[in-house]
Nanobody, 114 residues
Framework: QRRLVESGGALVQPGGSLRLSCAASGFNLEYYVIGWFRQAPGKEREGVSCISETTTYYADSVKGRFTISREYVKKAIDLQMNSLKPEDTAVYYC?????????WGRGTQVTVSS
């Protein structure tokens, strides 16, 4: 059974940093374009960033602050988040990018607050 597991979320102060990690079971992340999504309370889920074999994409709201990477040793897709803002508060998920989603994982909560 293919499953995605997100980790790394926490409560952090504005301006702080977090590193999220996306791991998979039942399939190999390397074969897919994988993205990070987030859903804030009362809002729709939005795409934040994705990574293919050769390229990356970032939403304007996170460009210059977030960095997505493939971590081949631990077989994960990481999202390094710097200069965090209160508006980054959301549950963060990873999944295939562009539709045909796999079952969504539980996500990981990121809360940016002083």
């Amino acid at each position: 059974q293919r499953r995605l597991v997100e980790s790394g979320g926490a409560l952090v102060q504005p301006g702080g940093s977090l590193r999220l990690s996306c791991a998979a079971s039942g399939f190999n992340l390397e074969y897919y374009v994988i993205g990070w999504f987030r859903q804030a309370p009362g809002k729709e889920r939005e795409g934040v960033s994705c990574i293919s074999e050769t390229t990356t994409y970032y939403a304007d709201s996170v460009k210059g602050r977030f960095t997505i990477s493939r971590e081949y040793v631990k077989k994960a897709i990481d999202l390094q988040m710097n200069s965090l803002k209160p508006e980054d508060t959301a549950v963060y998920y990873c999944n295939k990018w562009g539709g045909a989603y796999l079952p969504w994982g539980r996500g990981t909560q990121v809360t940016v607050s002083s």
